[in-house]
C-alpha cells in the first residue's frame, strides 16, 4: 500500500480558525478548484519516520518548515487506496511566497514533450466551512477532527 505523510497547518485570526490547503501544478489542474486542493503531503518509505516526512513535505511543497507541536490525527485512505498519515500543527505563511518543488511531465500525455511544473502552484488560508468545499473529499475528516480537538463548532 503506498503511504503519504502531511501536515494540516492552521492559524488562529481572533476568534476564528484558518487551515492551509494547497493547489496542485500543472495544466491538467489549472480550471479545477473545488475538491482539489490538498493538506500539502508526500508519499514516504517503510524506513522513513512519517512525521518527519510530513514535516519534509511541507517544506518541499510549500518552503515552509513546520515546528509543531504536532498533533496526531487519525489515518485516512484516500479514494485510490493510498493511506495519508496526518498531523495537526498550528503555524502561519504567507501563500504568496510559497517555494515548491517541481517535476518534470509530459504535457500533453503521449505527445514526447516534456514541461517542468510545481507540485504545488498555490496556497490559501481557508474557513474550516469553505475548506471542506475545496479540499480532496477523502481528507474532509482531518478538518473535522481538527476541529473537535480544538472545540470549535463546525
Same mark, same amino acid.
Given at each position: 500500500?503506498?503511504?503519504?505523510? @502531511?501536515? /494540516?497547518?492552521?492559524?488562529?485570526?481572533?476568534?476564528?480558525?484558518?487551515?492551509?490547503?494547497?493547489?496542485? @501544478?500543472?495544466?491538467?489542474?489549472?480550471?479545477?478548484? /473545488?475538491?482539489?486542493?490538498?493538506?500539502? *503531503?508526500?508519499?514516504?518509505?517503510?524506513?522513513?519516520?512519517?512525521?518527519?516526512?510530513?514535516?519534509?513535505?511541507? +517544506?518541499?511543497?510549500?518552503?515552509?518548515?513546520?515546528?509543531?507541536?504536532?498533533? !496526531?490525527?487519525? !489515518?485516512?485512505?484516500?479514494?485510490? @487506496? *493510498?493511506?495519508?498519515?496526518?498531523?495537526?500543527?498550528?503555524?502561519?505563511?504567507?501563500? +504568496?511566497? #510559497?517555494?515548491?518543488?517541481?517535476? *518534470?511531465?509530459?504535457?500533453?500525455?503521449?505527445? @514526447? *514533450?516534456?514541461?517542468?511544473?510545481?507540485?504545488?502552484?498555490?496556497?490559501?488560508?481557508?474557513?474550516?466551512?469553505?475548506?471542506?468545499?475545496?479540499?480532496?473529499?477523502?481528507?474532509?475528516?482531518? #478538518?473535522?477532527?481538527?476541529?473537535?480537538?480544538?472545540?470549535?463548532?463546525?
Amino acid at each position: 500500500m503506498r503511504k503519504s505523510a @502531511g501536515i /494540516l497547518l492552521y492559524r488562529k485570526e481572533k476568534s476564528k480558525i484558518e487551515v492551509l490547503l494547497v493547489h496542485p @501544478g500543472g495544466p491538467f489542474w489549472a480550471q479545477k478548484d /473545488l475538491g482539489v486542493w490538498s493538506i500539502p *503531503k508526500g508519499e514516504y518509505n517503510e524506513n522513513e519516520d512519517p512525521l518527519l516526512a510530513a514535516v519534509r513535505e511541507v +517544506e518541499e511543497e510549500t518552503g515552509y518548515r513546520p515546528q509543531g507541536p504536532f498533533l !496526531p490525527l487519525a !489515518p485516512i485512505k484516500q479514494k485510490a @487506496g *493510498k493511506q495519508v498519515m496526518a498531523w495537526a500543527a498550528e503555524g502561519d505563511l504567507n501563500p +504568496e511566497t #510559497i517555494k515548491s518543488n517541481t517535476f *518534470k511531465l509530459q504535457w500533453p500525455p503521449n505527445s @514526447g *514533450k516534456w514541461i517542468t511544473i510545481p507540485e504545488v502552484d498555490k496556497a490559501g488560508w481557508f474557513s474550516p466551512a469553505v475548506a471542506k468545499q475545496k479540499i480532496i473529499p477523502t481528507q474532509i475528516p482531518l #478538518i473535522v477532527e481538527l476541529l473537535v480537538n480544538l472545540k470549535i463548532d463546525n
